[in-house]
């Protein structure tokens, strides 16, 4: 009999997921090394320093509540809740020529 592989849920979105990143509810640049993390999938993880800045994250998107009520990820909450999507590609710092 096979093995059941673990399932992993993103605390954002829901979905359950291979493979989960963790991310800093203070990013690390603002002060949160030591901090809260949440377990994220990595399209929401990509998505959410590509939508706020860290001092944003920081200040006002600090616990998964207040990221899930964020007006400028609903949008993009809607879509992914029901994609089977791994991996999106980062476009934070890469530019096509």
């Known amino acids: 009999m096979a093995k059941k ?12 997921v291979l493979y989960l990143t963790s991310h800093h509810l203070v990013p690390r640049e603002e002060g949160g ?6 377990e994220l999938c990595q399209p929401c993880h990509s998505t959410l320093h590509l939508t706020f800045s860290n001092r944003d994250l920081a200040t006002t998107y600090n616990s998964i509540p207040a990221l899930q009520e964020a007006e400028a990820l609903q949008k993009y909450l809607k879509w992914v809740r ?11 710092g890469r530019r096509r020529k």
């Open 82 to 92: 029901n994609k089977r999507l791994e991996r999106i590609a980062n476009r934070r």
């Open 33 to 38: 090394r030591y901090g809260a993390t949440a």
């Open 5 to 16: 592989q673990q399932e992993l849920v993103c605390e954002l979105c829901g979905r359950e």
